[in-house]
């Protein structure tokens, strides 16, 4: 009896052997299924894994700023140069850094080497101006032109053709000022005719005033000679006028006059303030004071950073009054350059040459003088005081390059201003230097880098 007793209990405990883990099995299961339902109850599936970043741009503009793709065909006679493709991981860089590209300060930087090859034909462009054409009138050293500025904490995305012809879709963009505002309007011809054709449809006999049509995108491109912005008439030594003349209180109607049929206004002055100049108000009737008279004149000396400076304000204050001032300017953009230094190595009108060298400044290695800086300081100040003042749908914006353009010495047509600039030292004459202008290509194109950032934002 004791024997069957015992062999009938460890028959029960083989049993419960075998069935422990089949029941333990099924309530992990069931805590499995309830700690699943209860993760799908609280938690959406379809959600992001974190919140999203309200500093980043919206898809949308992102894919704008980004670098296009070039066209699989380009036009006919088309000159895009072939700028290699940075590598994905760059590819990745460049993509992410334009989608903050609004907050970038492009001010501060660097000249760094870049061994890609310019982005359009120097020698083949016909909106350059002669003495720009650096390359064609003899220059041989090409170092200057494979730097690209890095900004300090942001990158800067290469020029995109495609994408600032689509900006300038159905829209008339105007360049107001002197020569450099023109050297900067050539240089974005050249960029963009690199994409699409352009047909020249105006120009005066010295081609201080230009138009142009890309018809494929109904986009016009015009220069308007204005070096004060106010009417003034300029000196001419040749005819016995040893002054500037500035009327203050008059508007420079050349181009002021088409202000109503401009969509974005780049405006570029200053260097000819620096000049001997005598000011009027009163529509003419008056002199108030001059700069660099000569004592027998009997008039006030007066500072030109002032007058500079009244001429800056009265002039966008008459952009915002001819606006309509509360909503006529219909998403208009006013761009205003600040002063580019020239790197003339004396005089400039006594044959000064350019300061020798055939790389940029690095960064630190040449400050900024008093006159560029306080020339700087004014378009800055002034578009931000114009800018706040609320118009509404007509944006002020400063466009600073006057850092990057002081260190770029070597970036001058330098005595490479005409064909055969060595022939007048041969005659006993001086060679003339322009340190001033910019050779095209050269870094002037950066200018019209960053103006294509500034619009988008």
Known sequence: MFTSNFLKTHQQLQND???????????????????????YLFVDPAAPASPPN????????????APPSPPPTPYQGDERSSRSSPPPQAQAVSSSSSAAAPTCDYSEGEWVPDSRPPPYNGT?????????????????????LHWRWQPRR??????????????????????????????????????????SPAELVHRDSDGRFRRWVFREHNATVSIFWSPFLVRGAEKSERDGVRYNQLFLD???????????????????????????SVYYHEHGGRAVGCYGCAAEMNHTETSFFAVFRDAVRRTLAEV??????????????????????????????????????TRPYREGEKELGYTEAEMRKIVVQEAAAANAAGTNNLRFVAVDVTALANMRPDGHPGPYMRKNPFAAAAEGRPVQHDCLHWCMPGPVDTFNQILLQTILR
């Open 124 to 144: 083949a462009c016909e909106a350059i101006k002669d003495g720009r054409s650096c390359m064609a009138n003899g220059r041989t050293d090409t170092g200057y």
């Open 320 to 357: 915002a009054r001819r606006h309509g001032g509360g909503g006529g300017g219909n998403g208009k953009v006013v761009a205003l350059m600040t002063f580019s230094p020239s790197h003339f190595d004396g005089e400039w009108n006594k044959g000064a040459p350019c300061t020798e060298t």
């Open 250 to 276: 008059e508007f420079d109607e050349r181009w002021m006059s088409e202000l109503a049929a401009v969509d974005a206004a780049v405006v570029s002055a200053g260097q000819w303030f620096r000049i001997p």
């Open 154 to 195: 942001c990158d800067l995305p290469d020029f995109s053709p495609e994408l600032f012809l689509r900006w300038l879709t159905n829209k008339h963009m105007a360049f107001v000022g002197d020569s450099l505002a023109r050297n900067q309007a050539e240089s974005l011809m050249c960029l963009l005719s690199s994409w």
């Open 17 to 39: 052997k075998l069935l422990l883990p089949k029941r333990e099995f099924v309530t992990y299961a069931l805590y499995a299924l309830i700690a699943v339902a209860l993760l």
């Open 54 to 65: 309200p500093s980043v741009a919206a898809p949308w503009i992102q894919e704008e700023l």
